[in-house]
């Protein structure tokens, strides 16, 4: 083997492992969830990894620690119209970044104004909008894949659910 082959066989793992830490290469698949009401509309894009034989409070999504509420970028939350959210958090028409601190019984949800960031690792609270807990129901069977999803709740309203392992949370946001 040639000193070149050497260097690319070498070289070629770590060039994708820094790609997949960088975004160039992603490891979970990524979705997009919206909802329109009456032309007023709401999406969130997330990407959404798989337990692989982990649970909530690994390493992955750690108890008591600020998370990304999925896997790559921050979770990205978008609305076309003035929003209000529980515990009278309103939000402008925008785009923001989705956090969460999950802890067994309950998860601190964070709304932060700085929507493109990569993970939590430049998370800021400095630019939170706002904070508000959710109770976590224990589901009867794991949710192997995070799961976000947007369902119409009344006029105007939808109501947002975050799945994943034994955990659910679940708010409603009010389209103003």
Wanted: hydrophobic share 40%; glycine share 8%; aromatic share 8%.
């Amino acid at each position: 083997m040639t000193r070149r082959c050497a260097l690319l066989a070498f070289l070629s793992p770590l060039t994708g492992k820094l790609l997949a830490a960088q975004g160039g290469g992603r490891l979970s698949p990524h979705e997009t969830v919206s909802l329109d009401l009456d032309g007023k509309k709401i999406s969130i894009s997330y990407g959404r990894p798989y337990l692989k034989g982990r649970h909530l409070g690994d390493p992955m999504a750690p108890f008591g620690q600020v998370w990304r509420l999925g896997a790559d970028e921050a979770t990205k939350l978008t609305v076309s119209t003035k929003a209000l959210l529980p515990h009278g958090l309103e939000l402008a028409p925008g785009s923001y970044a989705l956090f969460a601190i999950l802890h067994p019984d309950h998860w601190t949800m964070i709304v932060n104004k700085v929507a493109d960031q990569w993970g939590a690792f430049n998370y800021n609270e400095k630019d939170d909008v706002g904070r508000f807990d959710l109770p976590v129901k224990r589901l009867s069977s794991p949710v192997e894949q995070f799961t976000i999803s947007l369902a119409k709740a009344g006029p105007n309203t939808a109501r947002v659910t975050f799945a994943w392992d034994t955990a659910s949370v679940s708010a409603e946001m009010k389209l103003l």
